[in-house]
């Protein structure tokens, strides 16, 4: 091992390059995935909201299913297990696309939505149902009565954790590199078996994670300080 | 579906052993022997954790805090990469992937599980402590014998999701070349 750091071999052009295309695939699969998550939880937990037996009992098999599998087996089984049951046309449109970046964003997005819808369901569960009752009365319709009057409240009582599984959501986007997403992880483990610069290239991809991961958290504490409940 | 039934009756033998140089455990022994131990070993350094994060004292407070957002902001990946490379400069001779794992799991769980334990303690309404204190107990009669038996009981649900997530993510080993990477550089 060196015992002297030397960070200029990083600056070569064609590792500049990587490290720049591996941040930019992460934070699309970041933000791609982070939106499939939103808007998928806030579907699942309304869904939960109607109180159907059977609509209630279908989610939280979603739920169970996503949150108690590790997140490297779901991407295994959208990228090398999913493809199979396609019809051998769509599998070679599939594989003439960006396929891996694909099922990654599927991959992590649908796990994430799980943790959101229960942020979310939480939110909503602190809410107390006269709320529901008494729109309803003033004659909202339910969606309206769901999107106007709880989901504001419940968002907003469920924002730590919703922020904290965003940073959770970016951080197992190093998880794509095992299908072969290009992402920061990857191009790290390549110029490190390239430029045996071992030390030298996982200290400036590990800042650049810890720094967005901390963006993130410190953009999430200006949301909550800016939309707080002032009347609580 | 039969065929999967027949994959799993022919190859169940490889979810217990693991490679043949490294010993004979591996697959699902290895991931259970090494969620129960990093587990034994997280839940004390995370009560200490949480102790510092909340302590008075801005010396001990800081280098808890510290320790807790660069666990959260990095990915466990890296994390092990670290781990793997500071614990032999340490302790001045080389570490298994086992072991690397373990102390990976460990500070990981602990950081984790000090944020939920924190909240716990947070939680309690601030008259236990003061109470406490002006019964005449000393600030860590307190904390020992009033706060954390409450705080470890309400945060009970919390700390369970935390214990499944602790078996889920020693799954990451397996994307890990570090272990065999280690052999060439030797």
């Known amino acids: 091992m060196n015992s002297k750091l030397d960070f200029s071999v990083l600056l070569d052009p064609v590792y500049r390059h990587w490290i720049f295309d591996g941040i930019v695939t992460m934070l699309q699969l970041t933000a791609f995935a982070w939106l499939l998550a939103m808007v998928l939880g806030t579907l699942l937990a309304l869904i939960r909201m109607t109180q159907n037996r059977w609509a209630e009992r279908a989610v939280s098999v979603y739920v169970e299913y996503h949150r108690n599998v590790p997140m490297l087996v779901q991407i295994f089984i959208w990228y090398f297990g999913v493809p199979t049951l396609l019809s051998p046309a769509v599998q070679h449109w599939i594989n003439a696309q960006r396929s891996e970046f694909l099922f990654a964003f599927i991959a992590v997005g649908m796990c994430m939505a799980a943790y959101m819808s229960e942020d979310l369901r939480s939110g909503i569960r602190s809410i107390p149902k006269s709320q529901l009752e008494a729109s309803r009365a003033?004659?909202?319709?339910?969606?309206?009565?769901?999107?106007?009057?709880?989901?504001?409240?419940?968002?907003?009582?469920?924002?730590?954790?919703?922020?904290?599984h965003t940073v959770l959501l970016f951080k197992n986007t190093s998880l794509a590199m095992a299908i072969g997403v290009a992402e920061l992880t990857y191009a790290t483990r390549e110029i490190e078996s390239q430029s045996f610069r071992t030390i030298e290239i996982y200290i400036v991809a590990t800042s650049i994670y810890l720094a967005i991961s901390l963006l993130i958290m410190a953009a999430g504490a200006g949301l909550q300080h800016r939309y707080r409940i002032k009347a609580r | 579906m039969i065929d999967i039934i027949n994959i799993v009756r022919d190859n169940w033998i490889l979810l217990l052993i693991g490679q043949y140089p490294n010993g004979p455990l591996g697959g699902l022994a290895i991931t259970l022997l090494l969620s129960v131990a990093g587990l034994a070993l997280a839940f004390p350094v995370s009560i200490l954790l949480a102790i510092a994060r909340v302590s008075p004292l801005r010396w001990i407070r800081l280098p808890a805090t510290v320790v807790v957002y660069v666990v959260r902001g990095v990915p466990l990946i890296m994390f092990i990469f670290w781990v793997y490379f500071f614990v032999p400069l340490l302790i001045g001779s080389t570490v298994s992937g086992f072991t690397t794992m373990l102390i990976t799991l460990v500070i990981y769980q602990a950081a984790y599980l000090a944020e939920v334990i924190r909240a716990g303690i947070e939680g309690l309404p601030r008259g236990q402590s003061e109470a406490a204190r002006a019964l005449g107990m000393s600030y860590m009669q307190t904390i020992v014998n009033i706060i954390l038996p409450q705080a470890l009981y309400n945060m009970l649900p919390a700390m369970v999701s935390q214990f499944v997530?602790?078996?889920?993510s020693d799954h990451i080993r397996g994307t890990d070349t570090v272990a065999k990477r280690g052999k060439c550089h030797d």
């Open chain 2, 165 to 168: 997530d602790a078996i889920k």
């Open chain 1, 138 to 164: 003033l004659g909202l319709s339910y969606l309206q009565a769901f999107r106007l009057i709880i989901l504001p409240q419940a968002v907003r009582i469920a924002l730590p954790t919703l922020i904290s």
